[in-house]
C-alpha cells in the first residue's frame, strides 16, 4: 500500500475535522495489517518420560528363594554390570535365575574350586545382552547357539516343547520354570539348574550305558522218554524184579514137608 504524506501547510490549510480524520488515518496506517496471517506453528512433542530405574537386587531380594545367586552377583561386582546393561542400554538384559535348591544340588563340578575370573563368567554366562519376552524364545530356538554376555564361547541353545522353554548349557538342561520379572528392558526367569558351561568345565561326560537286559535260563533238557514213568503208575514203583517173601517162605515149607516124608518112609 502506497504511503500518504502531509505537508505542514497542506495541515494548515485543513479545517480542524480535516486534520483528525487525516491524523487517525496515518496512525491506521503505521500499525501492520490486522488482516495478516500469523504462521500456525507446530505444537512441541512432549519430551518422552525417561525409563523407572530397575534395581535388581530389589528384584531378586523379593522374589526368589534366590539368595545364592545374589550373593554371587554381589561377591563379583557382577551386578554392577548387569545393572549397567538393564539402565543404561538400548538392549534391555534377560537373566536365568537358579534357584538356591539348585545350587545345594550340585555335586560334580563344584563351584569352591573357580578362580574369581572363572566365577565371573559362569555368572555372566547366565544373561543375554538384550531383553527377550517368553515368546521370543520359540524364534531363539531356530537359531542355534546364542551368545551370551560372557562371550566367547559362551553360548548356550533354546528349544520350544510343547510351549516350554528348555535352556541348554552342556552341562546341563533345564527348562525356565516361572517368569519372575518380565517388563521391557529387564527379564528375569527362574531355573531349576545351575547352567555350567563348557567353556570352563570342558565336555561333559558321556551317559551311563543302559544296564544288560538280564540272561534268559534255557529250560532244562527233557529226560529220555525211557526214564519217564508210565502214565497210571507211581514214580516210585521200581520196575527191577524182586523175590516175594510170601514165595520165600512156600519153599521153606517144601523142604519141611519133605523131610517129614523121608523120616515116616524110614519109620516102617
Same mark, same amino acid.
Given at each position: 500500500?502506497?504511503?500518504?504524506?502531509?505537508? =505542514?501547510?497542506?495541515? /494548515?490549510?485543513?479545517?480542524?475535522? =480535516?486534520?483528525?480524520?487525516?491524523?487517525?488515518?496515518?496512525? %491506521?496506517?503505521?500499525?501492520?495489517?490486522?488482516?495478516?496471517?500469523?504462521?500456525?506453528?507446530?505444537?512441541?512433542? @512432549?519430551? @518422552?518420560?525417561?525409563?523407572?530405574?530397575?534395581?535388581?537386587?530389589? %528384584?531378586?531380594?523379593?522374589?526368589?528363594?534366590?539368595?545364592?545367586?545374589?550373593?554371587?552377583?554381589?561377591?563379583?561386582?557382577?551386578?554392577? =554390570?548387569?545393572?549397567?546393561? $538393564?539402565?543404561?542400554? +538400548?538392549?534391555?538384559?534377560?537373566?536365568?535365575?537358579? *534357584? #538356591?535348591?539348585?545350587?545345594?544340588?550340585?555335586?560334580? !563340578?563344584?563351584?569352591?574350586?573357580?578362580?574369581? +575370573?572363572?566365577? *565371573?563368567?559362569?555368572?555372566?554366562?547366565?544373561?543375554?545382552?538384550?531383553?527377550?519376552?517368553?515368546?521370543?524364545?520359540?524364534?531363539?530356538? &531356530?537359531?542355534?547357539?546364542?551368545?551370551?554376555? @560372557?562371550?566367547?564361547?559362551?553360548?548356550?541353545?533354546?528349544?520350544?516343547?510343547?510351549?516350554?522353554?528348555?535352556?541348554?548349557?552342556?552341562?546341563?538342561?533345564?527348562?525356565?520354570?516361572?517368569?519372575?520379572?518380565? =517388563? #521391557?528392558?529387564?527379564?528375569? /526367569?527362574?531355573? #531349576? *539348574?545351575?547352567?555350567?558351561?563348557? $567353556?570352563?568345565?570342558? %565336555?561333559? !561326560?558321556?551317559?551311563?550305558?543302559?544296564?544288560?537286559?538280564?540272561?534268559?535260563?534255557? !529250560?532244562?533238557? +527233557?529226560?529220555?522218554?525211557?526214564? %519217564?514213568?508210565?502214565?497210571?503208575?507211581?514214580? &516210585?514203583?521200581?520196575?527191577?524184579?524182586?523175590?516175594?517173601?510170601?514165595?520165600?517162605?512156600?519153599?521153606?515149607?517144601? /523142604?519141611?514137608?519133605? @523131610?517129614?516124608?523121608?523120616?515116616?518112609?524110614?519109620?516102617?
Amino acid at each position: 500500500m502506497q504511503s500518504v504524506r502531509f505537508t =505542514t501547510g497542506q495541515l /494548515y490549510q485543513m479545517e480542524p475535522p =480535516t486534520v483528525f480524520l487525516v491524523a487517525a488515518l496515518l496512525v %491506521l496506517l503505521s500499525f501492520p495489517s490486522t488482516n495478516a496471517q500469523p504462521g500456525i506453528l507446530s505444537p512441541t512433542p @512432549a519430551p @518422552a518420560p525417561a525409563p523407572d530405574y530397575v534395581n535388581l537386587t530389589d %528384584l531378586l531380594t523379593v522374589a526368589g528363594p534366590f539368595h545364592t545367586f545374589l550373593n554371587y552377583l554381589e561377591q563379583t561386582q557382577v551386578i554392577r =554390570t548387569f545393572q549397567n546393561q $538393564a539402565n543404561n542400554t +538400548d538392549e534391555g538384559i534377560t537373566i536365568f535365575v537358579p *534357584k #538356591d535348591q539348585a545350587f545345594s544340588s550340585l555335586k560334580k !563340578p563344584t563351584l569352591s574350586n573357580l578362580t574369581m +575370573d572363572e566365577l *565371573k563368567s559362569l555368572l555372566l554366562f547366565h544373561s543375554l545382552p538384550h531383553y527377550y519376552s517368553l515368546a521370543e524364545f520359540n524364534n531363539l530356538s &531356530k537359531v542355534g547357539p546364542v551368545s551370551t554376555m @560372557a562371550g566367547g564361547q559362551y553360548t548356550m541353545n533354546f528349544t520350544d516343547i510343547m510351549g516350554t522353554v528348555h535352556v541348554s548349557s552342556g552341562w546341563a538342561n533345564s527348562k525356565i520354570s516361572s517368569s519372575v520379572h518380565s =517388563t #521391557d528392558p529387564v527379564a528375569l /526367569y527362574q531355573v #531349576d *539348574k545351575v547352567l555350567l558351561p563348557e $567353556a570352563i568345565f570342558g %565336555l561333559p !561326560p558321556p551317559p551311563s550305558p543302559a544296564p544288560a537286559p538280564a540272561p534268559e535260563i534255557a !529250560p532244562t533238557a +527233557d529226560s529220555p522218554t525211557a526214564d %519217564l514213568p508210565e502214565k497210571g503208575f507211581s514214580p &516210585k514203583a521200581s520196575t527191577t524184579p524182586s523175590h516175594s517173601p510170601v514165595r520165600v517162605n512156600f519153599g521153606v515149607l517144601n /523142604y519141611f514137608g519133605l @523131610a517129614i516124608c523121608g523120616c515116616l518112609v524110614m519109620h516102617f
